[in-house]
């Protein structure tokens, strides 16, 4: 989904890059041009406090394509984006200004994709925390399962699915069986082709 919506092919290389003590969420390469990619999941309406990051994560990675996924983007923030647009070197884009092959939808999730049939062959499903509490946790993997099934129902036969949880509440297989519920739920066979870790300096609270 990511892939269409963006009209690129990319690689992705690493989630939860480090930059200096903080971490994007997802580092990517163009492929067949090889420019670095930075992808920043908010998810919901843009504030000060992701802009700062995203400039700051495009300075550590050295990227050329920064791609700022929102909820909702405030006039403030759209118009300082194409304020840097305006004024930055011709190889670096934020969010692709004038490229038609990107089209971006402000939906929620589970909407969207009850909505719209189309089929993908890559979709990602990176959402904020469903559980940042221990009470929180049964519905969180409820959500979890919901939400996998709705994108295990819009993938293609031969698809890949990469589906994130930052839920520290909820354990790996917890999150796994979330994963194979859903699969189950939508008739869909599936297999685990990598299984991804918050890096080693990642915090955690105790």
């Given amino acids: 989904m990511l892939a269409d ?12 890059s480090s930059v200096g003590d ?3 969420d997802i580092y990517a390469t163009e492929t067949g041009t090889d420019r670095k990619t930075i992808i920043e999941n908010q998810l919901e309406d843009t504030d000060h406090d992701y802009l700062g990051k ?39 884009a ?16 589970f909407k969207y994709l009850d909505e ?22 049964r519905n969180a993997l409820k959500g979890y399962t919901r939400l996998n099934v709705k994108g295990l129902q819009r993938i293609k ?8 949880s930052c839920s520290q509440v909820v354990t790996k297989d917890q999150f796994r069986n979330a994963v194979f519920t859903a699969a189950a739920q939508a008739g869909r ?18």
């Fill in 5 to 16: 919506a963006v009209g690129l092919e990319i690689t992705f290389d690493e989630t939860e």
């Fill in 22 to 24: 903080f971490n994007v």
């Fill in 54 to 92: 995203l400039i700051t994560y495009a300075s550590g990675k050295s990227a050329d394509i920064v791609i700022w996924v929102v909820k909702r983007a405030r006039e403030e923030h759209r118009s300082a984006i194409e304020w840097l647009n305006n004024h930055t070197d011709e190889n670096i």
């Fill in 94 to 109: 934020l969010n692709f200004p004038g490229d038609a092959r990107h089209e971006a939808f402000c939906e929620d999730a």
């Fill in 116 to 137: 719209h049939d189309q089929q993908y062959d890559l979709i990602v499903l990176d959402p904020p925390a469903f559980a940042k509490h221990r009470a929180a946790l």
């Fill in 157 to 164: 036969k031969g698809g890949i699915l990469f589906t994130f």
């Fill in 189 to 206: 066979k599936v297999r685990i082709l990598h299984q991804l870790h918050q890096p080693a300096d990642h915090p955690v609270n105790i």
